[in-house]
T-cell receptor, first 115, second 112 residues
Framework: ETGVTQTPRHLVMGMTNKKSLKCEQH?????MYWYKQSAKKPLELMFV???????ENNSVPSRFSPECPNSSHLFLHLHTLQPEDSALYLC??????????????FGPGTRLLVL | DQQVKQNSPSLSVQEGRISILNCDYT??????FLWYKKYPAEGPTFLIS?????DKNEDGRFTVFLNKSAKHLSLHIVPSQPGDSAVYFC???????????FGTGTRLKVLA
């Protein structure tokens, strides 16, 4: 248990559906991240939020829409996805302390299948 | 272009022996390196890290070595245990960017 939870753990959706992934961290951290992990590929950074402000969008298609209502919660809204978007989506958080080298804490991930 | 590479997708080791997992990087600006362990159906779990001002960091059975001139780091697990069987990711970061670049992972299997 890393203090970062993700729901749902598994999701199957059609290409016309709209769904949302949720991440919650109970660590008092100030930065949250979305990553995508596809088979045999490195973790790909998607979005970074620092103190609820988006600071990184790694050229992610607009069919992925993040939302960070507060420092503890992060959402990834999905719509009109493609089959190649099927992957494991991981949420992570860090304290975001100035001048510190930080470790990321990951949630268990949501396994997404787009049909 | 992959900045962090783990060239061995898998490794099998006998229980009690040493496991050595390797990682190479290309960006000389990286100054903080981490190893994560991942079991199936779980997220990556932090294992050990090293700052570029050091060349070795040890935590119990786990030791990470950093060779800056070769842009290479390795994770040593001694002695290896069956519970160490997992996928191991190395990651690198430039201080202040708060971005972490991951390798593709090495699947370690420790045979009883």
């Amino acid at each position: 248990e890393t203090g970062v939870t993700q729901t749902p753990r598994h999701l199957v959706m059609g290409m016309t559906n709209k769904k949302s992934l949720k991440c919650e961290q109970h660590l008092g951290h100030n930065a949250m991240y979305w990553y995508k992990q596809s088979a045999k590929k490195p973790l790909e950074l998607m979005f970074v939020y620092n103190f609820k402000e988006q600071t990184e969008n790694n050229s992610v298609p607009s069919r992925f829409s993040p939302e960070c209502p507060n420092s503890s919660h992060l959402f990834l809204h999905l719509h009109t996805l493609q089959p190649e978007d099927s992957a494991l989506y991981l949420c992570a958080s860090t304290p975001r302390l100035a001048g510190q080298k930080e470790t990321q804490y990951f949630g268990p991930g949501t396994r997404l299948l787009v049909l | 272009d992959q900045q962090v590479k783990q060239n061995s997708p898998s490794l099998s080791v006998q229980e009690g022996r040493i496991s050595i997992l390797n990682c190479d990087y290309t960006n000389s600006m990286f100054d903080y390196f981490l190893w994560y362990k991942k079991y199936p159906a779980e997220g990556p779990t932090f294992l050990i890290s090293i700052s570029s001002i050091k060349d070795k960091n040890e935590d119990g059975r786990f030791t990470v070595f950093l060779n800056k001139s070769a842009k290479h780091l390795s994770l040593h697990i001694v002695p290896s245990q069956p519970g160490d069987s997992a996928v191991y990711f190395c990651a690198a970061s430039v201080s202040g960017t708060y971005k972490y670049i991951f390798g593709t992972g090495t699947r370690l299997k420790v045979l009883a």
